[in-house]
Every structure is written in structure tokens, then in C-alpha cells.
């Protein structure tokens, strides 16, 4: 992928922990997990392999149960000038979704707002609770930011087997998708059925229809990012394929306990979520990313 032919964005707030991020900005004290906190950090845990009860344990003021590792300290084992190519790689892709997403709001009359991406350490405040580098890239609807710290690209290479640069921008251009549903009102419509009792966990459930409407919509980001840059190379769609595959329900709860319990998904099967983000680059268009009215996933 030669991402170099992209403009950077000026969107991307690199927080070292001491306050000037967009995350710890927000200022909370104190901080208290509601109920959406508490099914963010779950959902999240579930889909990198982690284990929820660590999580909690851990934004809940107390430490690591005894048989966790330690949280890595900020920026451990990132590579001595290897991190500002990364931030610039970041900032990139992040300035390609905009004009990819910016163009496509405009063509249909509104304005596309475009949201922020706090590169944290460690760990960060957010509107949706407090995390941890050990929950992996997620996205917060209630202050529209993209939170990513930069060591899980390094667990993607390693522990996910999913390599390349156009790997690492489906995982931004997927985050940046659930911006464009709450934008859309699609969040907000799914809150909405949460709340009259429709089931979000599960193999046909909510939880994986929305996720699996996001990478539909990172592969339309895609799609228009080439025709705009034409910047994808030998391999590279294979590569993004990839890693929406290793990042499959099934795929990591077989990881972690040996088999799938699909009656706990939340994000989709590995095929799904290849299916659906091949979906999107094939059409460039969001009308072929209705998750939610297909019958089959």
C-alpha cells in the first residue's frame, strides 16, 4: 500500500497520558462504569481475547487479578523512531476516510463530521468509560472519537497473524464506520431496540449486525479510497481480508477456549466478516451494507 499519496490529518491527538489528549481531556474523576460501559469493555474484551473480568478489574480502580500480566508501561516495546512513522501512517488513512467519507456525505446533501483519533498510551478516559491498551482500537459515540493505541498494530503482526499496512487501515477505516453510523442514526437505533429487549449478543444478533455493517463500510471506504488515490498494491486487499477474518468470533473464542459458542457473539464469523468488508469494496456504496434487513449474514 503506498499511503504515502495521501494528505494527513490534523484530527489525530496524540495523548501521553498527561492530560493534553482528546481522551483525558474530558476530565473525569472518580469515574464510574454505567451499563454501557460495562457491555463496551465486555464486547471489546470478548473480540481481542481478553478477559473481561481483568478489564473490569482494572477500570474499576483495583489491579490485575493475579494470573494476568502487568499493563504494559506507555510506549514499551515500540521501536526508537518506528512510532513517528506510524502516527504519520495514522494520520494518513485517517485523512483519507475523511475525504472518502466527506465527498460521499456531500453528494447525498449533508456535511460529514469528521471525528477525532486519540492515539492513547496505556490508558484513557472516554465517554463511554475508561480502557486500556489491552482492549484494542474501539470506537466511542459519545464524544465521536477513535481511540487506538499504537502497540496493537505490533499485536496484529504477532498474535492476530494479520500483516500489511492496508491490514491496519481496515482496523481505523472499521472504527471510523461506526462513526459514520452514528452519524446516520444507525447507533441510536440500535440503543433503541436494546432498550425494547431485542437480543444483541448472538449469531443473528444486533451486536453482529452492527459490527458487520461497519466493515461493510470500511470496504466501501476502500473502494473510493483507491479511486481516489489509487494507492493498493499486490496483496494488499488479500491482506485487509485477512485481517477481518483473524478478528472473527469464531476464530478467537476457538483461540481461547477451544471452541465457539455462537450464542455469545458479537461481532461475527471470520467468513462474515470477509464477506461483508468485501462487500463494501466491491460496491462502494453503502446501500449494499444493510446488515440489518438481510436474512443471512
Avoid at 475523511?98 to 460529514?112: N, P, R
Avoid at 446501500?287 to 436474512?295: H, I, L, P, R, V
Wanted: glycine share 14%; aromatic share 10%.
Amino acid at each position: 500500500m503506498d499511503w504515502q499519496r495521501g494528505r494527513e490529518s490534523d484530527n489525530v491527538v496524540e495523548d501521553d497520558g498527561s492530560g493534553s489528549g482528546g481522551g483525558r481531556s474530558l476530565g473525569f474523576g472518580g469515574f464510574h462504569l454505567g451499563v454501557g460501559g460495562i457491555v463496551l469493555v465486555v464486547v471489546v474484551s470478548l473480540l481481542f481475547g481478553k478477559n473481561p473480568i481483568e478489564m473490569l478489574s482494572l477500570l474499576a480502580g483495583g489491579g490485575p487479578v493475579a494470573s494476568s500480566p502487568a499493563v504494559h508501561a506507555p510506549g514499551a516495546g515500540r521501536p526508537a523512531g518506528d512510532g513517528d512513522v506510524q502516527v504519520r501512517f495514522v494520520k494518513t488513512i485517517l485523512g483519507s476516510t475523511e475525504d472518502v467519507w466527506g465527498a460521499y456525505f456531500q453528494a447525498k446533501g449533508h456535511a460529514y463530521q469528521r471525528p477525532r483519533l486519540d492515539l492513547f498510551r496505556g490508558h484513557v478516559y472516554t465517554a463511554c468509560g475508561a480502557a486500556s491498551e489491552a482492549m484494542g482500537p474501539f470506537y466511542c459515540p459519545g464524544d465521536r472519537l477513535v481511540y487506538l493505541d499504537l502497540d496493537f498494530f505490533q499485536e496484529m503482526d504477532t498474535r492476530f497473524h494479520a500483516r500489511g499496512d492496508f491490514a491496519r487501515a481496515y482496523v481505523i477505516a472499521h472504527e471510523v464506520g461506526h462513526h459514520v453510523q452514528n452519524l446516520i442514526g444507525v447507533m441510536a437505533r440500535v440503543d433503541a431496540a436494546r432498550r425494547r429487549g431485542m437480543p444483541m449478543e448472538g449469531a443473528s444478533g444486533l451486536s453482529v449486525r452492527l459490527e458487520l455493517q461497519a466493515d461493510c463500510f470500511a470496504g466501501v471506504w476502500a473502494n473510493r479510497s483507491q479511486a481516489q488515490l489509487d494507492w493498493l498494491q499486490a496483496g494488499d486487499v488479500d491482506a485487509a481480508l485477512n485481517a477481518a477474518a483473524q478478528v472473527g468470533d469464531d476464530t478467537l473464542q476457538k483461540q481461547a477456549r477451544g471452541y465457539a459458542v455462537p450464542d455469545s457473539f458479537t461481532h461475527g464469523t471470520s467468513a462474515q466478516r470477509a464477506r461483508w468488508f468485501k462487500a463494501g469494496m466491491a460496491a462502494g456504496d453503502t446501500s449494499a451494507c444493510d446488515t440489518f434487513q438481510a436474512s443471512a449474514l
